[in-house]
């Protein structure tokens, strides 16, 4: 299914189909999001399983945190 095209936030150029389909929540075009580092910022975030109070540190896995970067 096609995504309505989009204008980037930054430099106003219309974003390509093709980045449209493979990332249809993006607001950038590739160029700008190259010179801002990528459009998203991961981070990791540890689950603790350990119990309340316990001053143990117990991990269990990983939790992926996903957040916009500023343009």
Do not use: W
Request: proline share 8%; aromatic share 4%.
């Amino acid at each position: 299914m096609p995504v309505r095209p989009r204008h980037c936030q930054v430099c106003k150029k219309e974003i390509p189909q093709a980045r449209l389909e493979a990332i249809p929540e993006t607001r950038v075009c590739i160029d700008c999001s190259k010179t801002i580092g990528g459009e998203f910022q991961l981070e990791l975030v540890p689950e603790n399983l350990s119990k309340a109070g316990s001053l143990k540190k117990n991990y269990g896995s990983f939790d992926v945190k996903k957040s916009r970067r500023k343009p």
